[in-house]
């Protein structure tokens, strides 16, 4: 079974530049999830959705960060004008909503982004 | 809102011994679920194991358990025999038996193993 993917590994910006990073999450997952995880620190949440649905944005910088699953698979992340306190990885996991390992989250290789 | 703290920010153990790692944990759910990951230095996060709120016995998989202490929001992870390649960070996380799948993580214990 494959994994979660994500794209790109590496990116690197100069403040004001835009970025996306894509996801492809485990078939059959329905929930999918971004994190930011900056330095030696634990990740934390942007954005999850739950098929194609938004179920909680409330802490993506909506001013520069957005995100979409328009299919219910495959999710972009998007900065339009990156600052250099967006460096950090940023991780994509995949989850299923129901069953016996629901809640467990697999996690992509991520994409480490520096803004200079 | 639903918080998960880890304090211990490292620790240093000798193989083959014993260590516990702590966290603590905010809701006001009755019904939620405990995790703990594990993050390798190429930066691959993997789940270890987990505690469903509603079962009283500690999980355990392999040489990783769990101590939950419900009534002190508590849930230590305990990894006995370490070997060198345990050495990681440790993240703790949480999600809440209601209102969707938000999945909140701690800031991590870093763990060295050494000879």
């Known amino acids: 079974e494959a994994g979660v993917t994500q794209s790109p590994r590496y990116a690197v910006l100069q403040e004001g530049q835009a970025v996306s990073f894509w996801c492809d999450p485990i078939?059959?997952?329905?929930?999918l999830y971004w994190y930011q995880q900056p330095r030696d620190q634990g990740p934390q949440l942007l954005v999850y959705f739950r098929d194609e649905a938004v179920i909680d944005n409330s802490q993506l910088p909506s001013d520069r960060f957005s995100a979409v699953r328009p299919k219910g698979t495959n999710s972009t992340l998007k900065i339009q004008s990156a600052k250099q306190g967006d460096t950090a990885t940023y991780l994509c996991?995949?989850?299923f909503g129901t069953g016996g390992s629901q809640n467990t989250l697999y996690f992509g290789a991520g994409t480490r982004l520096s803004v200079l | 809102a639903q918080k998960v703290t880890q304090t211990q920010t490292s620790i240093s153990v000798v193989e083959k011994t014993t260590v516990t790692m702590d966290c603590v944990y905010e809701?006001?759910?009755?019904?939620?679920?405990l995790f703990w990951y594990k993050q390798t230095a190429s930066g691959e996060i993997v789940f270890l194991i987990r505690q469903d709120s509603y079962k009283k016995e500690n999980a355990t998989v392999g040489h990783y358990s769990l101590n939950f202490q419900k009534p002190k929001s508590s849930i230590g992870l305990i990894i006995t025999a370490t070997q060198i390649e345990d050495s990681a960070v440790y993240f703790c996380?949480?999600?809440?038996?209601?209102?969707?799948?938000?999945?909140?993580f701690g800031s991590g214990t870093r763990l060295l193993v050494s000879p």
């Open positions: 996380a949480m999600r809440e038996g209601t209102g969707g799948y938000k999945v909140v």
């Open positions: 996991a995949s989850s």
């Open positions: 809701t006001r759910d009755s019904s939620y679920f």
């Open positions: 078939s059959g997952h329905d929930t």
